[in-house]
């Protein structure tokens, strides 16, 4: 039996089981990864002086520059065969949950409807004086096309999407659910993370800590390795679709 079948047969044997997804699933709807030689974002820039809240309060504008291209992909970006094959297995009762390091929302965009979205996402935007909270569309829509900090229609503070930088605590709410997502779970399937962000990194060493299988699917060894089941080195796009038929030919 090869890691595939392997994979079907333990999420058709799971009660409970729960993805876990970074970046990784989403580079087959091209937008980047973090750390991949030569086109990860942050190639050439400091993450703290750019992506941390601290460099957000002393310059937004650097914030805005380096996240502006990857608004431009997000904006048009289309889920892909990894998104559908979580879908799928939702709807089939075969996944109860997806805990997600993205913000991307492309796991909305295909019906999974328990995600739990650790780092934010691009739905809001709130702004940083007044507290004031904006649909993020129209506002990223707008810097798109001006390259502007937005700035709030009522008191003119700066507007910050609602994602979670460096130096920011986690939602509390969506981070204490997929804490206990993790430790009901008998199974988690990592998916496209190099788990190497905490504390959304310590979420798989909770489920396995707990009792859960692992199984890993990513390019890259990963801290979690050492307690997987199974470790599968390909590209999520290619390989969740066979275990999908996978389950679909044995069931």
């Known amino acids: 039996m090869d890691d595939l079948q392997r994979a079907a047969q333990l999420l058709s044997q799971a009660k409970n089981a729960v993805a876990f997804t970074g970046a990784g699933i989403s580079t087959a709807s091209g937008i980047p990864d973090f750390r991949s030689h030569g086109s990860g974002l942050w190639n050439g820039v400091d993450p703290l002086a750019v992506a941390s809240i601290f460099g957000f309060r002393q310059n937004p504008q650097a914030f805005y520059n380096w996240i502006r291209p990857l608004a431009r992909i997000l904006a048009t970006a289309q889920p892909n065969a990894a998104h559908y094959a979580l879908a799928t297995l939702e709807q089939q009762g075969l996944l109860h949950a997806v805990i997600t390091q993205n913000i991307d929302m492309l796991h909305e965009r295909v019906g999974n409807k328990v995600i739990f979205e650790l780092h934010g996402h691009l ?60 430790r009901q779970a008998d199974l988690m399937v990592i998916i496209g993370s190099s788990l190497e962000v905490a504390p959304a990194s310590d979420i798989p060493l909770l489920a396995a800590r707990n009792g859960a299988r692992l199984i890993v699917l990513n390019l890259e060894p990963t801290p979690a390795d050492v307690f997987a089941h199974i470790v599968i080195r390909a590209n999520a796009a290619e390989v969740l679709p066979e275990i999908v038929n996978c389950l679909e030919t044995t069931a």
């Open 123 to 182: 739905r809001e935007a709130t702004c940083t004086h007044c507290f004031a909270v904006y649909p993020a569309e129209p506002i990223i829509n707008q810097f798109l096309c001006d390259g502007q900090v937005p700035r709030c229609p009522g008191c003119n503070g700066v507007i910050k999407p609602n994602v979670i930088l460096f130096g920011e605590q986690l939602p509390f709410a969506e981070f204490h659910a997929a804490q206990e997502a993790a």
